[in-house]
């Protein structure tokens, strides 16, 4: 069955793509409440009132990791098996990283905090309902829940679930996914980089993080497509999801004293030398990196990757 749709447009493949994210998603559905309802006799609507229940905790823990696996891993996983000879080579993972590369990846991501910090708190000033308001605070209960704990084996769980398989999965769904096919269908790279920040954003259904997470997203996809190399956006996507779960170990055991929930205030002045600063870093990725934007994706059509041997 390998390779059995290759001669569809790039835009049949986009449509597959997202069918297949919406059968996963059925199917996950389905699984888990009644998975949930034999075990535990907890229907889904009842879940928040459990949060404290640690039988249920490790229950909603193994229930996001299938969500991440199945919504977002298995969709651009199957697309390449069924549109590709070279499977790995079209999703961007074969290939070295470059240590330069990773460094100004790393880079781009430290100096866009300030940025990203502003418009948290502009986006916080949205008119937004409270019943919407009620909702994303009580997915953020759900996520404190899942990072609490003071024990080195928690850390390595949440730093599993919470930052690499959803870097893996994620990155393989958007970037090398939706925003490859986009590029293809529009020929337009960064707008596919747009488009795909606001479909990232968009489907994490949080309206009072929208804005932080398209630029986050948007720096993703702009790594991506200057350097054709998935494990960088995978990297620079699990450092900054580490970073969180990271600084709630700490909160957690009293090292931290300042909730990291609670974002300092950021001035505009910063915002601004941020947006100069991490333009700067991605014209030094650019700068770094052999090949013109998207030159590996062409290449990764033909399954013919390039050959480089500095590795990181």
Known sequence: MAAYLKRTTPGTQLAFLFLL???????????SAALLLHTAHVSMEQLKDHLQDANL?????LAQFGYTIMVFLLPPVVLSVLTQDSPATWLGLRGPIRWRQAAWAIFALVVVTPLVGWTAQWNETWPVSESLRQAEKDADALVKSFLAGRSVGTLLVNL???????????????????????????HKKWLAVVITGVVFSAIHFEALGFIPRVILGCLLGAIYIITG????????????NGIQVGAFYLFNTGVLKSDPSVGDHVAWYSALISIMVTVVAIMMLQRVSPHPALSFMEKAETGTPENDNTQF
């Open 57 to 61: 905790l490790g229950y909603m823990k």
């Open 229 to 240: 190399r998935l494990w960088l956006s995978i990297l620079v996507h699990f450092v900054n």
């Open 21 to 31: 994210c919406v059968a996963f998603l059925f199917l996950y559905f389905m699984l």
């Open 160 to 186: 599993a679930l919470i930052a690499l398989v959803p870097a893996i999965a994620e990155e393989l769904f958007f970037r090398a996914g939706v925003q490859k096919l986009l590029a293809q269908i529009t």
